[in-house]
């Protein structure tokens, strides 16, 4: 069959744009479809006030992996932003993040790491003996992980209201790895990354799904499963970035995702919270965090330039039907009927599933790329 394309990808987002931009540069035919009504999925910003307002949550670019950290240097310079996340907790007091030397310091008036270390092991010790006289050895749920890992009070101050809502479900239901995403650190840093390197994009994200897609042929407000067989005829191969259920038509079940939604806000102040990320980590209040966009570019005070600043509320909910899923929820029902589909996917010849929503996995933006790198330079 005389196809017209090599490729057709499914997704404008970060996997689909980083596999395009390899397969137009190995000379391949590449055609990229999306259903929304712009490029760059999640990692969308819309200009507002002059400021790259992040539309679906804030998104900042970290790795070690020097190969990923070039490749999107080369697309766009990145620009020294670094994460540095504060909590306002339940006992209305504000704490740095991620835990450090500056949290046990505001938690407990520790200010050196041997004490710090010390309190952390009383309390650690406390929830590690419980589990013991409980006849259990590995924390088997992100409760048990964090209060083997911090204790008690960081855990009811800063963890469990974030948690419970972010996920919609209680601590004791859910993996242990998401709490381990976070770095305990007995030193005085508020960098909320361990990685090597970390930055946005100068000029915005929008820079980068530009970049990547330059030159090849994209289809917007196209929709691959109302005109399934035409879009099957159109390449070669197929390179899936969608839900993985949808694309075998639920036949094992939904697959479960935890969404987002937003209230943008734009001010008449220049500086509304002094950060770009404040979490909330009271149960009693709605959101979880409210991010304040111009912090991402404008650094000191020069954010006071714009006398405008627009910010968003966070509230997380269950995904259903017609929004937007964000999160995959990685708890042992959803990944068994995940490993169900992984299993057809992987007998496909001629079809590549690659991203967050086709590996059902909480993927970060780098790794994205670093997989779709390494596939591209196998597959072409
Ligand atoms: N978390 C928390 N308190 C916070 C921030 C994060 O307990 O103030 C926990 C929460 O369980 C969350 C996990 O750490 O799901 C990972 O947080 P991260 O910031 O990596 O989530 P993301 O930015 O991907 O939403």
């Given at each position: 069959m005389n196809y017209k394309y090599d490729y057709l990808i499914v997704g404008a987002g970060l996997f689909g744009a980083t596999f395009a931009y390899k397969a137009k540069q190995a000379g391949r035919r590449v055609l990229v479809i999306d259903k929304?009504?712009?490029?760059?999925?999640?990692i969308y910003c819309e200009n507002i006030e002059g400021i790259n307002v992040h539309k679906y949550g804030a998104h900042i670019f970290h790795t070690s992996n020097k190969e990923v950290w070039d490749f999107v240097n080369s697309i766009v310079p990145f620009n020294r932003y670094t994460n540095s996340p504060i909590a306002v907790a339940p006992n209305g007091k504000v704490y740095n993040l991620p835990f450090n030397m500056n949290t046990f310091y505001q938690m407990?008036?520790?200010?050196t790491p041997e004490e710090a270390i010390a309190e952390l092991e009383t309390q650690r010790k406390e929830a590690i003996d419980k589990m013991k006289a409980d006849g259990?050895?590995?924390?088997?749920n992100l409760e048990e992980q964090a209060l083997t890992l911090i204790g008690k009070d960081i855990y009811e101050q800063l963890i469990k209201g974030y948690t419970e809502k972010q996920w919609g479900r209680d601590c004791k239901e859910l993996p242990a790895f998401i709490i381990r995403r976070l770095p305990v650190r007995m030193?005085?840093?508020?960098?909320y990354f361990n990685d090597y390197y970390q930055g946005i994009p100068i000029g915005g994200y929008n820079k980068l799904i530009d970049g990547l897609l330059e030159g090849v042929d994209v289809q917007l407000n196209v929709d691959f499963f109302s005109e399934r067989n035409y879009w099957e005829g159109v390449a070669a191969k197929i390179v899936f970035t969608g839900k993985i259920d949808e694309f075998y038509n639920y036949r094992f079940g939904k697959l479960e995702y935890r969404t987002v939604r937003f209230e943008f806000e734009t001010l008449d102040?220049?500086?509304?919270?002094?950060?770009s990320v404040v979490n909330?980590?009271?149960?009693?209040?709605?959101?979880t965090r409210i991010i304040e966009h111009k912090h991402f570019e404008s650094f000191g005070n020069s954010v006071?330039?714009?006398p405008k600043s627009v910010i968003s509320r966070e509230y997380s909910v269950e995904w259903e039907e017609g929004l937007e899923p964000f999160?995959?929820?990685?708890d042992e029902k959803n990944q068994e009927i995940y490993n169900k589909y992984s299993a057809l996917a992987n007998k496909e010849s001629n079809v590549i599933f690659g991203g967050r929503l086709a590996e059902y996995k909480y993927y970060d933006m780098a790794p994205i790329i670093a997989k779709a790198l390494n596939l591209s330079g196998d597959e072409l």
């Open positions: 929304r009504p712009h490029l760059g999925g999640n407990w008036g520790v200010r259990i050895s590995e924390p088997r030193t005085f840093n508020n960098n102040i220049a500086n509304y919270q002094g950060n909330y980590t009271s149960a009693n209040v709605p959101f006071y330039e714009n999160y995959p929820i990685n």
